[in-house]
């Protein structure tokens, strides 16, 4: 080995020490990005590298969705959204046994489709599920592995921003990563409410149903709710509009009518199976005494999710497209429940501004340092060594999903998707497992993906275990860090499943594509 990949060998395995004493990952990629490339390229061509690096990573088209999708989950937050889901499941659910850890489930994985981050999640389920599942009498260890899992599901279901820094850095379009990752990532949802609730039907005492009070309390919280012209409209539009998709997907092979009309010179058309099929769906809801839980509590967010991922998945708008009408979607969600205030938006704008400030640097951080450290020669002999490896080619993905099952525990995911992810896409374009290259590329991401999930639920980053312990005092770290050890099992299974059955993440995308 030359002695610049000696350097840059050296300045790994020193982020790595340095990283795990507990400096912060941006300044300590940064700074040793600087100082090796001033020892072994020169300071001109290290600051070279690092001016474009920086005005690169600034100028993808990609990134401005970042700050756009958090301020959309921001924003959904501060109208409340995510504690009227939550309340109408916990009213449904009531006489279940484990209603708690199926609500609780169920509200982060449709929240986790309109925000793109984790720690607002964790924090609301904290605040809202917390004192709930103390006062019931629920186990501590299986409902913190709840909410703590649950939670993470944002980094995994679209419109994750790890996905969108991770497509253009794998070549891959973002919408494509999106398809791949929404089947393993309900596919886990029911894994974590499988285990949660055939634990609760084992031992009742893990999870005991509601009680009488407590589900009269609920129903009348439920029902007893004023309602805004606004509101019902917005409700009723959202149902309807539901009802209608719905529609046109269960009598569109059937043939049925389509009335269509002509207003100046823009033509419209309206299948009559859609509308009869929305109105036996929406009918019935208006004489239902849950009309109020259901149709305030999830129609206006699942319609705001559907309408903004699904024109990512069809391909019709771009991921900043799509995340600006999302961003002002829940805009206006926050308007018409009247949640919209200075103070909401200077909190939803305060959010926004520091995770992606937070995401934005550790992006050109880790860009740096991925430049100084490709330059230094070292990222090509540590892909030659794994090409050289004398294993078959499903070995070596089998190792690298290990590498990086590894590095997710004392890294965050930037730094793995921007500084070790470009090491191994060598080693992943070579391999012959029978698909295409971007077949292949796809089945990686999504790989990548579940994987980095752990980074949340694992020791001694875990963030989840921090936001969740800073709102439920009452829960210690060790018994946090217990509950969330079990579901990090069931996301082991989880990868191990979509390793040996690829069609998982690749079933959605063809789909899509015709």
Same mark, same amino acid.
């Given at each position: 080995?030359?002695?610049?990949e000696?350097?840059g060998?050296?300045?790994?395995?020193?982020m790595?020490? %340095?990283?795990?004493?507990?400096?912060?990952?941006?300044?300590?990629?940064?700074?040793?990005?600087?100082?090796?490339?001033?020892?072994?390229?020169?300071?001109?061509?290290?600051?070279?590298?690092?001016?474009?690096?920086?005005?690169?990573?600034?100028?993808?088209?990609?990134?401005?969705? %970042?700050?756009?999708?958090i301020?959309?989950g921001?924003?959904?937050?501060?109208?409340? #959204?995510?504690?009227?889901?939550?309340?109408?499941?916990?009213? @449904?659910?009531?006489?279940?046994?484990?209603?708690l850890?199926?609500?609780?489930?169920?509200?982060?994985?449709?929240?986790?489709m309109?925000?793109?981050?984790?720690?607002?999640?964790?924090?609301?389920?904290?605040?809202?599920?917390?004192?709930?599942?103390i006062?019931?009498?629920y186990d501590?260890? #299986?409902?913190?592995?709840?909410?703590?899992?649950?939670?993470?599901?944002?980094?995994?279901?679209?419109?994750? %921003?790890?996905?969108?820094?991770?497509?253009?850095?794998?070549?891959?379009? *973002?919408?494509?990563?999106?398809?791949?990752? @929404? *089947?393993?990532?309900?596919?886990?949802?029911?894994? +974590?409410?499988?285990?949660?609730?055939g634990?609760?039907?084992?031992?009742?005492?893990?999870?005991?149903?509601?009680?009488?009070?407590?589900?009269?309390?609920?129903?009348?919280?439920?029902?007893?709710?004023?309602?805004? %012209?606004?509101?019902?409209?917005?409700a009723?539009?959202?149902?309807i509009?539901?009802?209608?998709v719905?529609?046109?997907?269960?009598?569109?092979?059937?043939?049925?009518?389509?009335?269509?009309?002509?207003?100046?010179?823009?033509?419209?058309?309206?299948?009559?199976?859609?509308?009869?099929?929305?109105?036996?769906?929406?009918?019935?809801?208006?004489?239902?005494?849950?009309?109020?839980?259901?149709?305030?509590?999830?129609a206006?967010?699942?319609?705001?999710?559907g309408?903004?991922?699904?024109?990512?998945?069809?391909?019709?708008?771009?991921?900043?497209?799509?995340?600006?009408?999302?961003?002002?979607?829940a805009?206006?969600?926050?308007?018409?429940?009247?949640?919209?205030?200075?103070?909401?938006l200077?909190?939803?704008?305060?959010?926004?501004?520091?995770?992606?400030?937070?995401?934005?640097?550790?992006?050109?951080?880790?860009?740096?340092?991925?430049?100084?450290?490709?330059?230094?020669?070292?990222?090509?002999?540590?892909?030659?060594?794994?090409?050289?490896?004398?294993?078959?080619?499903?070995?070596k993905?089998?190792?690298?999903?290990?590498?990086?099952?590894?590095?997710?525990w004392?890294?965050?995911?930037?730094?793995?998707?921007?500084?070790?992810?470009?090491i191994?896409?060598?080693?992943?374009?070579?391999?012959?497992?029978?698909?295409?290259?971007?077949?292949? #590329?796809?089945?990686?991401?999504?790989?990548?993906?579940?994987?980095?999930?752990?980074a949340?639920?694992?020791?001694?980053?875990?963030?989840?275990?921090? +936001?969740?312990?800073?709102?439920?005092?009452?829960?210690?770290?060790?018994?946090?860090?217990?509950?969330?050890?079990?579901?990090?099992v069931?996301?082991?299974?989880?990868?191990?499943?979509l390793?040996?059955?690829?069609?998982?993440?690749?079933?959605?995308?063809?789909?899509?594509?015709?």
């Amino acid at each position: 080995m030359s002695f610049n990949e000696i350097l840059g060998l050296i300045m790994l395995f020193g982020m790595i020490g %340095v990283i795990f004493i507990g400096f912060p990952i941006s300044f300590t990629l940064l700074f040793l990005a600087l100082v090796f490339g001033g020892v072994g390229l020169g300071t001109v061509q290290t600051f070279n590298l690092a001016d474009l690096q920086i005005w690169g990573t600034m100028k993808d088209e990609i990134l401005p969705a %970042v700050p756009l999708f958090i301020f959309m989950g921001y924003m959904t937050e501060q109208a409340g #959204l995510m504690e009227r889901l939550f309340g109408a499941l916990r009213s @449904l659910l009531a006489p279940v046994r484990g209603a708690l850890y199926l609500a609780v489930i169920l509200t982060a994985t449709i929240f986790a489709m309109a925000t793109g981050i984790v720690g607002a999640a964790v924090t609301v389920l904290g605040i809202m599920a917390g004192p709930m599942m103390i006062k019931a009498g629920y186990d501590a260890r #299986l409902s913190s592995g709840a909410i703590a899992a649950g939670g993470t599901l944002g980094i995994l279901i679209p419109p994750s %921003v790890m996905l969108v820094v991770m497509g253009p850095t794998m070549g891959v379009p *973002v919408n494509q990563l999106y398809s791949a990752t @929404l *089947v393993p990532g309900f596919l886990l949802a029911m894994m +974590y409410i499988a285990y949660a609730l055939g634990r609760s039907f084992i031992n009742p005492s893990l999870g005991p149903p509601m009680t009488m009070d407590e589900r009269r309390e609920a129903y009348l919280a439920m029902t007893t709710e004023k309602i805004s %012209v606004p509101v019902l409209g917005l409700a009723l539009f959202c149902l309807i509009a539901l009802s209608y998709v719905v529609g046109l997907a269960l009598t569109g092979s059937m043939g049925l009518p389509t009335f269509a009309f002509q207003i100046g010179a823009a033509k419209f058309s309206i299948d009559l199976g859609g509308v009869a099929v929305a109105a036996l769906m929406a009918v019935p809801f208006f004489m239902s005494p849950y009309f109020r839980a259901i149709v305030l509590g999830m129609a206006p967010l699942v319609a705001l999710i559907g309408f903004t991922l699904g024109t990512i998945l069809k391909g019709l708008a771009t991921p900043t497209e799509a995340a600006s009408c999302g961003a002002f979607g829940a805009t206006l969600l926050a308007l018409i429940y009247g949640r919209l205030n200075l103070k909401a938006l200077k909190n939803a704008a305060t959010g926004t501004m520091i995770t992606s400030a937070m995401v934005l640097f550790l992006a050109v951080a880790s860009n740096v340092f991925g430049a100084v450290f490709t330059k230094l020669g070292t990222a090509s002999v540590i892909t030659e060594t794994l090409i050289g490896l004398p294993l078959s080619d499903w070995w070596k993905l089998g190792l690298i999903m290990l590498l990086i099952f590894v590095l997710g525990w004392p890294f965050e995911w930037p730094a793995i998707i921007l500084v070790f992810l470009p090491i191994f896409m060598p080693v992943v374009e070579k391999l012959q497992l029978g698909m295409s290259k971007l077949e292949l #590329l796809i089945w990686f991401g999504a790989l990548i993906a579940v994987n980095l999930q752990t980074a949340f639920l694992s020791p001694p980053v875990a963030m989840s275990a921090y +936001y969740l312990r800073n709102v439920v005092p009452q829960w210690s770290l060790v018994t946090i860090y217990r509950g969330m050890a079990d579901y990090m099992v069931i996301q082991v299974i989880c990868l191990l499943l979509l390793l040996f059955f690829p069609q998982i993440a690749l079933w959605l995308p063809s789909v899509m594509k015709n």
